[in-house]
């Protein structure tokens, strides 16, 4: 019996253990987690943008943005639709993408925030403070 016992959470075991295989065509969550930080980057720029411009065409400049960020990272449209649709089908795969993202959303801010060899970011909007953290 014991024997059984150990037989049987060892399967569990392995069973919980092993990663989920991905699908041809279908990107790694840590590749899917730059991706999206990206696409965030991107849309809260353009959005401060359209604040300071009344004439900003956020929503034309956004698809135009993301189009470039999508090539950056070896994708189009096409192949990032298949690519949200699997990891929306797949709740715990995506939320191991939103908490990777948060997380390293979180430490490249308190890594600008206490990189003690920029000088101090004193920008009057994203694009000024990504200029001088740059720098």
Same mark, same amino acid.
Not at 93 to 108: C, F, G, I, N
């Given at each position: 019996?014991?024997?059984?016992?150990?037989?049987?959470? &060892? !399967? !569990?075991?392995?069973?919980? &253990? %092993?990663?989920?295989?991905?699908?041809?065509? !279908?990107?790694?969550? $840590?590749?899917?987690?730059?991706?999206?930080? $990206?696409?965030? +980057?991107?849309?809260?720029?353009?959005?401060?943008?359209?604040?300071? $411009?009344?004439?900003? +065409?956020?929503?034309?400049?956004? #698809?135009?943005?993301?189009?470039?960020? +999508?090539? !950056?990272? @070896?994708?189009?449209?096409?192949?990032? %639709?298949?690519?949200?649709?699997?990891?929306?089908?797949?709740? %715990?795969?995506?939320?191991?993408?939103? $908490? &990777?993202? /948060?997380?390293?959303?979180?430490?490249? &801010?308190?890594?600008?925030?206490?990189?003690?060899?920029?000088?101090?970011? #004193?920008?009057?909007?994203?694009?000024?403070?990504? @200029? %001088? /953290?740059?720098?």
């Amino acid at each position: 019996m014991k024997k059984l016992l150990m037989l049987f959470f &060892s !399967i !569990i075991f392995l069973a919980c &253990s %092993q990663t989920e295989k991905l699908p041809p065509g !279908i990107a790694a969550p $840590d590749k899917m987690k730059h991706l999206f930080f $990206d696409l965030y +980057l991107v849309d809260a720029v353009n959005t401060e943008r359209k604040l300071r $411009d009344s004439g900003f +065409l956020l929503q034309v400049e956004n #698809h135009k943005d993301f189009v470039r960020v +999508l090539e !950056i990272h @070896g994708m189009n449209r096409k192949s990032f %639709q298949k690519n949200f649709s699997y990891y929306k089908k797949h709740p %715990q795969l995506m939320k191991r993408v939103t $908490d &990777s993202l /948060a997380a390293y959303a979180a430490r490249r &801010s308190a890594e600008l925030l206490t990189d003690t060899t920029k000088r101090n970011l #004193h920008g009057t909007n994203i694009q000024d403070t990504a @200029g %001088q /953290a740059r720098n």
